[in-house]
């Protein structure tokens, strides 16, 4: 990598988390820490619905786990009007090994991408708010 293409921006995510059947939100963080060179961290809150402004405006990408969904509404919907309300753009993550992903969550999102690490990077640097 030449030295005027370096990103060195540390982005703030929020990463979907919660009920997790198939260790998709463990093999996510695993693909992103694999890319040593995308600088990140984590934003979590214990709710996301009464998480402020003072939260929301420090965070550049919320990363939805597709697969997570069916068993993380609540959390998933709570994202989709953060992202809406506060102008957060969406990655939205394929289920692992499936590329279905639930139709409300395609419509909302900035960029749709699989499990390949360096698209996950691309996706989160190169997308662009569609909300």
């Known amino acids: 990598m030449f030295e005027d293409e370096r990103d060195d921006k ?3 995510l929020i990463i979907s988390n919660g009920t997790d059947l198939k260790g998709e939100y463990r093999q996510f963080v695993e ?3 694999s890319k040593t060179d995308f600088l990140w961290k984590e ?3 214990s709710s996301y619905s009464t998480a402020g402004e003072e939260f929301y405006k420090k965070v550049d990408r919320i990363i939805l786990l597709s697969g997570l969904y069916k068993d993380n509404k609540d959390t998933f919907h709570d994202l989709l009007e953060a992202a809406e309300k506060y102008n957060i753009p969406i990655v939205l993550v394929r289920p692992y090994g499936v590329e ?3 139709e409300i969550l395609e419509e909302k999102a900035a960029t749709i991408v699989g499990w390949n690490a360096n698209c996950i990077i691309d996706s989160i640097k190169d997308s662009i708010d569609v909300i």
């Open 10 to 12: 540390i982005y703030n």
């Open 31 to 33: 693909k992103v820490y």
């Open 43 to 45: 934003s979590i809150s």
């Open 100 to 102: 279905e992903v639930p």
